[in-house]
């Protein structure tokens, strides 16, 4: 096991460990032209080997085309339970790393380490961490021009997103967010149906989620939560990275870091990539000029406990206006339409495209399994269904992503062209529950026109060590 110990090299590292590794060589391809040489496989480190993190390291371990070069994660826990899967699954242990072979690929508990001792011999990084570490540690890729695949949803905060973008286009990196749904027929067949003509002209979508269950979130009885011993297997300084020292309390981890907004960005932050990004792409609604919530209430520091959200969108060109709202909480739901089916249940999650001719309806948090409601308008609809159009995905976001890295399929769907304004009008809704405050938004400049005091939580922050 490559363990590197915490040391004198260390803190010494981490006064110039940033500069080092943005100035770190470059990846063993050119930029701009993904994909090795004919017959080499892509080397890849994964940030994150935990829940989502694992998804990420067995796609590695068992791709022909994938050489797993590093991985990073703070929690040895997480490690433990990766190298246990890795030798139950066996997958790729003719080709790849995978099996007991993952002991044996380098392990690092800093990624800024990883970086500056192993920059050469990466091509590309995933990062499947805590919200707070997809900037630092997907900036710190990109700048050392390293193809990035980051979970949903991009980044925290506005400013974050937008940097990523830029960054990327200036590398020339192939990049990719995890939204699943991205990937799924279902969402192609929302934006086709759309696009036909099907719904008629939409004027408002409802979308609905339950509270975060407690394997996600547990509120806590009192703030500041009481300081705890941090188990000897997490580096707990290093989980925190960018966000402001504090002590160690069982409530922030390892899964329930979501409702606390100086780590996750809530519900919305959650599900809003998913459940969301259907209706967003196929009415092309971009940036909402104003946006607004009813919370159960704002301390600053955890998610409400409910919310009602509402964004309102302009015209865009022929397209009308769009108001979308979104229910959080318990008892928080759209209105039962008049004409929904007495035997049909009504989701814990789902989504409502009104048009004024059909109404499209998505059970469920994801864009798999779209219908128009009622079941009869969709048994009348099957008769003379629109052709598909859009390409489908195979093999999913990650097989998306390295086939582009390697030049051997077109652009991911979720490139960061697309996230970015995606994960742009998901956070100012995060940020409308987080300060109760309705915001007008300049999406040209990036800024809140109607209060200068929420600049801070539009822009780019991080603790001293982390500020890339």
């Not at 020339?172 to 002209?201: D, S, Y």
């Not at 547990?218 to 705890?228: F, M």
């Not at 519900?267 to 609604?285: C, F, I, R, S």
Request: with cysteine; aromatic share 8%.
């Amino acid at each position: 096991m490559n363990m590197l110990p915490h040391s004198t090299s260390r803190r010494e590292f981490l006064k110039t460990g940033i500069a080092a590794a943005a100035a770190f060589s470059l990846p063993r391809f050119a930029i701009g032209k993904p994909g090795p040489k004919a017959g080499s496989k892509l080397n890849v480190a994964c940030i994150g080997v935990g829940n989502r993190g694992w998804f990420a390291v067995s796609e590695m371990i068992s791709n022909p085309n994938v050489n797993l070069a590093a991985i990073c994660d703070v929690d040895m826990a997480f490690v433990k339970d990766a190298y246990a899967k890795a030798k139950k699954s066996r997958k790729g242990s003719a080709e790849g790393s995978g099996g007991t072979a993952l002991e044996k690929v380098p392990l690092f508990r800093d990624y800024r380490e990883m970086f500056a001792k192993m920059g050469d011999r990466i091509d590309a990084v995933t990062v499947s961490t805590p919200d707070h570490h997809h900037y630092p540690a997907g900036m710190l890729a990109i700048k050392n021009g390293k193809h990035v695949y980051i979970e949903k949803p991009l980044t925290r905060h506005i400013g974050e997103a937008r940097a990523l973008r830029e960054a990327a286009r200036e590398r020339g990196v192939i990049t990719q967010m995890g939204n699943q749904g991205r990937a799924t027929q279902g969402i192609r067949l929302m934006r086709e149906w759309a696009k036909a003509g099907v719904l008629g002209q939409v004027r408002e979508v409802h979308a609905w989620s339950p509270p975060f269950s407690e394997r996600y979130f547990k509120r806590p009885a009192s703030l500041p939560p009481a300081a705890e011993k941090a188990p000897g297997t997490l580096e707990w300084d290093l989980w925190l990275g960018p966000a402001k020292s504090r002590p160690y309390n069982h409530l922030y981890l390892p899964e329930t870091w979501r409702g606390w907004w100086d780590f996750g960005s809530g519900m919305l932050g959650d599900w809003g990539a998913h459940t969301l990004e259907g209706p967003w792409w196929a009415l092309d609604l971009g940036a909402p000029a104003t946006v607004e919530a009813d919370v159960s209430g704002v301390d600053g520091v955890n998610s409400p406990e409910w919310a009602v959200v509402t964004y309102k969108f302009p015209a865009r060109g022929e397209l009308p206006p769009v108001t979308l709202k979104w229910f959080e909480g318990a008892d928080k739901k759209p209105p039962l339409p008049a004409w929904w089916d007495k035997d049909e249940p009504f989701p814990e999650r789902g989504m409502l495209m009104l048009g004024d001719k059909n109404t499209l309806y998505a059970p469920g948090g994801r864009p798999d399994s779209p219908r128009l409601a009622p079941k009869a308008a969709m048994e009348q609809f099957k008769k003379n269904r629109p052709p598909s159009t859009i390409p489908l995905v195979k093999g999913g976001p990650l097989v998306e992503w390295i086939n582009a890295v390697r030049g051997e399929g077109p652009r991911p769907g979720s490139n960061f062209e697309h996230a970015v304004p995606l994960t742009e009008m998901i956070l100012l809704g995060a940020l409308a529950e987080r300060t109760g405050k309705k915001i007008e938004w300049d999406a040209k400049a990036g800024k809140v026109l109607n209060d200068a005091a929420l600049a801070p939580l539009v822009e780019i922050q991080a603790r001293e060590g982390w500020r890339v």
